[in-house]
């Protein structure tokens, strides 16, 4: 019989196995089954088969695969999903502007400005495709053109925060303060909590004079982003020129602190700084505040993390699903007590999110707590006894407590409930092969 008694050791072993669970928590309360990632490259040349082909290919399935790619930074991945599906459907603007944001965020301006317009050919009216042609010739400084396609986005979607903060960013770069001042003041309306645009507003008044007004702005950026280095070293230059020597050495202390993430690895501060630019560039996406938060999260900076994760939730409205995405983070980096908290607010709004039950299970595994685990999976499978998840973490969790017989029935219960397809039930054989003495 397979068991390990040291205690390191089941530690490890179980860290190892558990990001596959999570792997499945991550797409949702049920399994959902498409052609895997590998594959899709190889449908979409077959033109000996195309009929049959499409009929597999689920257009859905790959824009989903397309974007999760893009929300983690995954640029290449993104791109290629997109190209798989625009064969299938070259209509799908969900797509195009997918691709166009990943060819973006890659810097090939050419090509992402090329997919933005087919969007527009196919809908002239399409508001967030003149948004992005903004934001990208904003980005290289073609001020008029990107003027042009804000202001016919902000005339075809009037109350769009974006819009409006990409219109001052263009005004700001043309030192038309009064026109900038308006457009962001008109986009604090609409996210009065954003402290992006509290640090583009002071930017603005710092340019045209008004300095007293422009640290009010710096001060409140910094007080809802706590992490936002660059806008302390602003609020600290500002203050010391105003003899505000307090409020300067407070952010000069913040900026020094917040500069030490890193410090020896040269890497990690160009992630930093590409974390922040993606705040600058889109702050109402919850993501970027995501992957801002764990990157504090990796470098145990906790109390910056909580603030951007706030942050996402807030830009987000709380849900088991965003609130499991956090958890997982604090998991994967073996701080059980941190994700659990964000697991059982998941559970609270959704008492039955199977992915946070297991993962609550899974927190408890990881801190030695094998029995209240075991009850986290057993009422996994109550809940949804054909999930083939929650029979795999039942029996990883006996795997790991010693209980061979018990891990191999709620194994091939595992591979009863999976297509054969899916990689889950390769492994899961293996594991069984792997068991001694056979049954």
Known sequence: MFFLSDSKSIMAKLFGVCLTLLIFASVGISLIYFIKPQSLPTIAT???SSVKSKQVVNIDSVTRLAENALHSRQFQKAQEYSIVG???DSTSTNLLNTLATAYASQGRYALSIEALQRIIDLDPNSAIAHLNLGGIYTKLGKFNQAEINLVTASQLSPDQPEIHRRLGEVFLGTKKHKLARQHFSKALSLL??????????????????KNDSALVAYTRAVSIDIGFAECNYR????????????IAKYNMERFTYLGKIGSDNTDEIKKFKKLRASILNSPESFINHIN??????????IVEAENQFQI??????????IL?????????????????????????????????????????ELTGNFEQALNFYKKAIKTSPNDPRCWYALGLANFNNGDIDEARDAWERTIELTPKSHPLRQEVKQRIVSLSPEK
Do not use: C, W
Request: no cysteine; proline share 5%; aromatic share 12%.
């Open 46 to 48: 077959n033109k000996s």
């Open 86 to 88: 625009l064969q299938y």
């Open 192 to 209: 009065p909590e954003t402290s992006t645009l509290f640090y583009y507003l002071g930017r603005t008044l710092e340019e045209a004079g």
């Open 235 to 246: 609020a600290a230059i500002l203050a010391r020129k105003l003899g505000r020597s307090d």
């Open 292 to 301: 801002m938060g764990r990157f504090f999260a990796y470098h145990d900076y």
């Open 312 to 321: 996402a939730i807030h830009i987000s409205s709380e849900s088991p699903k």
């Open 324 to 364: 499991n995405t956090i958890g997982n983070i604090y998991l994967q980096l073996k701080k059980p007590d941190n994700a659990r908290e964000y697991y059982l607010r998941s559970t609270d709004l959704m008492p039955e999110h199977i992915p946070s039950i297991l993962n609550l299970g899974v927190t408890f």
